[in-house]
């Protein structure tokens, strides 16, 4: 019997790096050979190969694939969002865990303003669709061309403006660009198409996908806690505690003692360690997650 086989799409470029290790927490490792397009899985399910993500979109819609991951800034360019299953929205980018804007950006020393003072002017941009789009919902004609790249360099030499991804705003700063209007914000998309979104088995395996994946980028902002309190401290810890859900608490063979077990954002154990400390744990360990379903 023929081994069922998923089609899916991973980005190439930016992204890959990021995607390639939250795949690989959600259990999937990914082997890339420099020299080819479609790496070797773990999983006998998954034929996978690596496409730029602004391609990804009408590959999937047009059934090349079964799914992938794309950004839903060329899920706009491409105008497909009508022709995909947006499947899951997994918050990652280059960088760390927020999404990636897209700005209209001028000149430090532009007169421009707002979007109505684009009007006439000329301007750089990967999303000539997107950007085309935005204005005229602001009633502006403004000539609009695709940049291949070094778009912020472009501007003011070249063009009046740019309409450019940002995920840190470093890169505009350096070129000595401001932000006019941010456009929308982009996250990157698990999207499938719609003849595999209505096969069973394959629904199935993008769903599990989704779910592990999910799972991996949830842990990515929490941590684990363990410590060990006296029984006459237990109450002053706990109040220390703003728990995912309610905190594991086990007696200990010596029945004066308690061992604790809690889920926290990793954000806050700079603060929450020396709270607890201070409160009576004792025994304190912070540990790592792969994956955290809600």
Request: net charge negative.
């Given at each position: 019997?023929?081994q069922k086989k998923l089609r899916i799409g991973l980005p190439k470029g930016s992204l890959q790096n990021a995607t390639i290790e939250m795949f690989r927490k959600a259990g999937w490792s990914i082997n890339v050979d420099e020299r080819q397009y479609?790496?070797?899985?773990?999983?006998?399910?998954?034929?996978?190969?690596?496409?730029?993500?602004?391609?990804?979109?009408?590959?999937?819609?047009?059934?090349?694939?079964?799914?992938?991951?794309?950004?839903?800034?060329?899920?706009?360019?491409?105008?497909?969002?009508?022709?995909?299953?947006?499947?899951?929205?997994?918050?990652?980018?280059?960088?760390?865990?927020?999404?990636?804007?897209?700005?209209?950006?001028?000149?430090?020393?532009?007169?421009?303003?707002?979007?109505?003072?684009?009007?006439?002017?000329?301007?750089?941009?990967?999303?000539?669709?997107?950007?085309?789009?935005?204005?005229?919902?602001?009633?502006?004609?403004?000539?609009?061309?695709?940049?291949?790249?070094?778009?912020?360099?472009?501007?003011?030499?070249?063009?009046?403006?740019?309409?450019?991804?940002?995920?840190?705003?470093?890169?505009?700063?350096?070129?000595?660009?401001?932000?006019?209007?941010?456009?929308?914000?982009?996250?990157?998309?698990?999207?499938?198409?719609?003849?595999?979104?209505?096969?069973?088995?394959?629904?199935?395996?993008?769903?599990?996908?989704?779910?592990?994946?999910?799972?991996?980028?949830?842990?990515?902002?929490?941590?684990?806690?363990?410590?060990?309190?006296?029984?006459?401290?237990?109450?002053?810890?706990?109040?220390?505690?703003?728990?995912?859900?309610?905190?594991?608490?086990?007696?200990?063979?010596?029945?004066?003692?308690?061992?604790i077990e809690v889920i926290v954002l990793k954000k806050t154990v700079r603060v929450l360690i020396p709270e607890l400390k201070a409160a009576g744990a004792q025994g304190i360990i912070e540990y790592p997650l792969n994956k955290l379903i809600m």
């Open positions: 019997m023929e479609t790496p070797d899985m773990n999983d006998e399910e998954l034929w996978s190969v690596l496409l730029r993500a602004q391609e990804m979109p009408n590959y999937v819609a047009d059934g090349v694939l079964d799914c992938g991951l794309t950004g839903l800034d060329w899920i706009k360019e491409c105008e497909v969002e009508d022709r995909v299953i947006e499947v899951a929205d997994l918050v990652y980018a280059k960088h760390g865990m927020r999404p990636y804007r897209w700005v209209l950006a001028v000149d430090e020393s532009s007169d421009i303003n707002r979007a109505e003072d684009v009007q006439g002017k000329r301007i750089a941009t990967e999303l000539v669709s997107v950007t085309t789009k935005y204005l005229a919902e602001h009633g502006v004609e403004a000539t609009v061309e695709y940049s291949w790249g070094a778009t912020e360099a472009k501007c003011p030499s070249l063009v009046d403006a740019i309409v450019e991804g940002t995920e840190t705003g470093s890169t505009l700063r350096a070129n000595n660009l401001r932000i006019v209007d941010v456009l929308f914000e982009s996250t990157t998309k698990l999207i499938a198409n719609q003849d595999a979104w209505a096969d069973p088995w394959k629904r199935n395996k993008i769903e599990n996908i989704a779910l592990m994946l999910g799972g991996a980028l949830a842990a990515e902002e929490y941590v684990g806690l363990k410590m060990n309190c006296s029984k006459d401290d237990l109450d002053a810890v706990l109040g220390k505690l703003p728990a995912l859900k309610n905190p594991t608490i086990s007696e200990l063979a010596d029945g004066g003692w308690h061992a």
